[in-house]
Every structure is written in C-alpha cells, then in structure tokens.
T-cell receptor, first 114, second 116 residues
Framework: DSGVTQTPKHLITATGQRVTLRCSPR?????VYWYQQSLDQGLQFLIQYYNGEERAKGNILERFSAQQFPDLHSELNLSSLELGDSALYFC?????????????FGPGTRLTVT | AQKVTQAQTEISVVEKEDVTLDCVYE???????LFWYKQPPSGELVFLIRRNSFDEQNEISGRYSWNFQKSTSSFNFTITASQVVDSAVYFC?????????????FGKGTTLSVSS
C-alpha cells in the first residue's frame, strides 16, 4: 500500500458527461501528479500540483482540469467525455516540488466511457 | 526531447531463469534521475528504484539488480532466479525537471511472464 488513495476505483459513464476523480496524497507529501494510462498512449503525465499551486503540465486536454485543495487532496475533472478518454487514471504524490523525489502511485481509477 | 525506450514488449521465461529488461533513455540534461516501476496484474504501480545520473554504481536488492551505464544511456534491470510472482509489466521512467516542476516520462513497458 503506497499510502495514496483514489476514488472511485471504477467509473462508467456516457459520452458527453463530466466526471471527477479524487486523490489523497501520502501523509506529508505536498506534490500531487496525475497520469493517464491507455493502451495506445501508454503512461502519460497530465499535470502536477504542489501545495495548491499548478506546477508542471503535460499533454492535458483542455476538457480536463485539476486542482489541489488546502488539505492537499486533488481532483481531476474530465468533461465532454469521449470514447477515447477511457483509460486508467493514476494519481501519484511526492514530498518535493522539483527534483529526484520518488512518486508513489495510488491504485488508479478505471474510467470507461460508453 | 526526453524519451525512454523499452524495446522488449514481452518476455516469457520459466521459473528460476534470469531475465534482463532493457531501458534506453534520451535526455539533454546533465543531471537526471531514472526509475523502475512494477505494475502487477492487480494494476497498481509499485516503485522499485531511483538512480541519479551522477552515481553509476550498480545496485543490488535481493534478486533484483540494476546496471546503469551513462556511456550507452542505458538503465537495465535484471531479475535473478525469476519467480511466478515477478510476472508484471515493468516500466522504466526518466524524470523531466524544469523550472515549473517535475514529470516522469515513461517507456512503453515490458510485460514479463514467468511460468512454473
């Protein structure tokens, strides 16, 4: 158990809908990262937050947004969902903001868009 | 651009065989960090090791060992005397650190199947 929690574990929704994925980092970790894992794209970095502020940004679609709250939990919002958004979404956390910090991953949320 | 290549898509071995998973990376940074993660069938990503670019000493942890060679931009992972529980997808990753923050760039992964 990495100490990172994600809810829900599974999510099934229809195209055009909006969903929110939730993540709680390990105790003491200030950085939260979101990654998307799909069969065709592999594991791709989406976005990083550190202590409530957006930091690094990857290939995150404009339909996707995230935030980190004062209690350090984070939410990833996916809107106008398309079939291609079906994937496993991971949250990870680390102690620091920039540097050689290991990222510890949560169990993931499997999103299925029908 | 940063890139990680895991050329082996799938490897199948029989228990007790040794197996090496290859990882080649590309970066223009002089200081960088490499990682290996394991993704068992249950789906979670498990951190295995981090290696700093300025430390080329190889590392051994039980049946696992890692060979970092800067000259060939490789960070290979060897499992000695493989076991069925080693069956998983293994990912090599490179940290991309800029003024904004940090991201992990992952390879496509190598699926290891160990049969009894």
């Amino acid at each position: 158990d990495s100490g990172v929690t994600q809810t829900p574990k599974h999510l099934i929704t229809a195209t055009g809908q909006r969903v929110t994925l939730r993540c709680s980092p390990r105790s003491g970790d200030l950085s939260v990262y979101w990654y998307q894992q799909s069969l065709d794209q592999g594991l791709q970095f989406l976005i990083q937050y550190y202590n409530g502020e957006e930091r690094a940004k990857g290939n995150i679609l404009e339909r996707f947004s995230a935030q980190q709250f004062p209690d350090l939990h984070s939410e990833l919002n996916l809107s106008s969902l398309e079939l291609g958004d079906s994937a496993l979404y991971f949250c990870a956390s680390s102690v620091g903001e920039r540097g050689p910090y290991e990222q510890y991953f949560g169990p993931g949320t499997r999103l299925t868009v029908t | 651009a940063q890139k990680v290549t895991q050329a082996q898509t799938e490897i199948s071995v029989v228990e007790k065989e040794d197996v090496t998973l290859d990882c080649v990376y590309e970066t223009r940074d002089t200081t960088y960090y490499l990682f290996w993660y394991k993704q068992p069938p249950s789906g979670e990503l498990v951190f295995l090791i981090r290696r700093n670019s300025f430390d080329e000493q190889n590392e051994i942890s039980g049946r696992y060992s890692w060979n970092f060679q800067k000259s060939t931009s490789s960070f290979n992972f060897t499992i000695t005397a493989s076991q069925v529980v080693d069956s998983a997808v293994y990912f090599c990753a490179l940290s991309e650190i800029n003024q904004a923050g940090t991201a992990l760039i992952f390879g496509k992964g190598t699926t290891l199947s160990v049969s009894s």
